[in-house]
């Protein structure tokens, strides 16, 4: 947000934050958070680099086409172990994967 607009909704009475503000999340929690849609994003990417339909990962890695579907809209549900075998299972290396956490700092 412009430094304009910030200035002008804390004149009108408005709180102006972010949205680990208003939910009260701890620095870990924002972090933790970050990390994971990073991940979704990326596996997303790299499905789609290799030319994998969802059927096609969610077959490689012994699950359904809605679960890959739920990874990558970063559902609740899914765990970043999920995450990361399916990141795996596109040929994703340990380099690659310090390359998408670095990029979360």
Sequence with gaps: MKAEKRKKLKAAGWVVGSAGDFLELTP???????LKLLLSESLRKERLRHGLSQEELASLIKSSQSRVAKMEAN???????????????????????ADIIASAA
């Design 75 to 97: 559902d609740p549900s899914v765990s970043i172990d999920l995450l990361l075998k399916a990141l795996f299972a596109t040929g994703a290396t340990r380099e690659d994967l």
């Design 28 to 34: 870990q929690e924002e972090q933790y958070i970050e």
